[in-house]
């Protein structure tokens, strides 16, 4: 890990990310991270198995219902056996698919594992499996139910940082509701006013919302049609002096696609989703989340002068290139279309058939 020839604390980071392209080894009898990751990857099918059963099921559920109504369209008197067998043929592809994935995703997040595991042993850094209900300041943590944190990476250069995935359960009624997000806390040596930034254009939807007794407020230049900051009435004016032209800036370039949280002595960057975090485009993309850090935290102690860590390491090229990678979601495409229609159009013609067979 490269910080340059400046004193700690005020370094430019760039990680070895050497680790994260390396061919992979042959997995040896039990798997790529012996054991422990054995067992973590095992995690990972078991939760992957339970939620491709509820969706299998459910889907069935909405087949055998379309079935039915299409029958009783055609001179149908109700359930019979014809109904159970189209229902099960309509998604019989959609379990196919489900659970045929679950062997290669568990070889993905093995082999995903060991790469940031390769990563952290050559940058110095420490790294977990797995934490149970992770003691984090941030208002997404105190939501659901089963919160855990796993592939937990910290380091200490040029700041305290914890990067990790994160997943949590909340339910709608007997319905279960998973969320999963990537996250970066940054530690920083100035006191901060509680405040959320959401980004107004980011894909998706963020799993949490700013808490009670804050207030949305605005910043001006422009700042406010990108992101909304809330804080509680009485933070507005140091929340206004923490949002320095440096820090949107930094904001708007490194990091237009997440929101952010600052607490205490902690910025929280976080995602609406999970994130490849076995990548490089990830860590470089981290290196820049580092330096507004480090001007956030220049801006809460009024520093005259700009920190060396707060600049930027990736161009705009690069920067494009990176969210390209991290946040643009593939489309949908024609087989998923052909995948949802032929089920149907097989159902809606075997119903009209059979519907009057007992």
């Known amino acids: 890990m490269s910080s340059g020839g400046v004193p700690d604390g005020a370094r430019a ?13 042959s997995p040896g009898e039990d798997g790529l991270l012996g054991g422990a990751g054995r067992c973590a990857s095992l995690l ?9 059963a509820v969706l299998v099921l459910g889907v069935g559920v909405l087949a055998l219902l379309f079935v039915l109504v299409v029958q009783s369209m055609a001179g149908g008197s109700g359930l019979s056996w014809s109904s159970v067998v189209i229902a099960a043929v309509m998604v019989l592809p959609l379990a196919m698919s489900r659970f045929g994935r679950i062997r290669g995703s568990r070889r993905a997040a093995e082999a995903a594992m060991y790469r ?5 042993a050559a ?13 984090e300041g941030a208002t997404v943590f105190g939501l659901g139910k089963r919160r855990r944190a796993t592939a937990v990476v910290t380091g200490s250069e040029p700041r305290p940082f914890r990067s990790a995935d994160y997943a949590f359960d909340t339910w ?10 990537t996250y970066l806390r940054v530690g920083v040596a100035a006191e901060l006013p509680r405040a959320s930034l959401v980004a107004v254009h980011a894909p998706g939807a963020p799993a949490w919302r700013p808490p009670l007794g804050q207030e949305p407020i605005e910043i001006g230049g422009g700042f406010d049609e990108h992101v909304g900051a809330w804080c509680a009435p009485a933070d507005a004016d140091r929340v206004r002096r923490m949002l320095t032209p ?22 929280y960057f976080l995602s609406r989703g999970a994130l490849p975090r076995w990548t490089t485009p990830f860590w470089r993309w981290t290196e820049d989340l580092l330096a507004v850090a480090a001007r956030i935290e220049d801006a809460a102690a009024a520093q005259p002068d700009p920190s060396p860590s707060g600049v930027l390491r990736s161009t705009d090229a690069e920067r494009a290139e990176t969210r390209a990678h991290l946040f643009t979601r593939p489309a949908v495409g024609r087989p998923f279309a052909i995948g949802c229609l032929l089920p149907l159009v097989f159902g809606a013609v075997a119903s009209l058939l059979t519907a009057t067979w007992r």
């Open 116 to 120: 940031l595991e390769g990563f952290a």
């Open 123 to 135: 940058n110095r850094l420490g790294i977990r499996h797995r934490e149970d209900d992770p003691d």
């Open 172 to 181: 709608i009624g007997r319905y279960r509701m998973p969320h999963a997000l």
């Open 44 to 52: 990972v099918a078991v939760r992957a198995m339970f939620v491709s």
């Open 13 to 25: 980071l760039r990680f070895d990310t050497q680790a994260l392209t390396a061919p992979l080894p």
């Open 246 to 267: 440096s820090v949107r800036s930094g904001l708007a370039a490194a990091a237009p696609d997440v929101d952010v949280e600052t607490v205490g002595r902690h910025v």
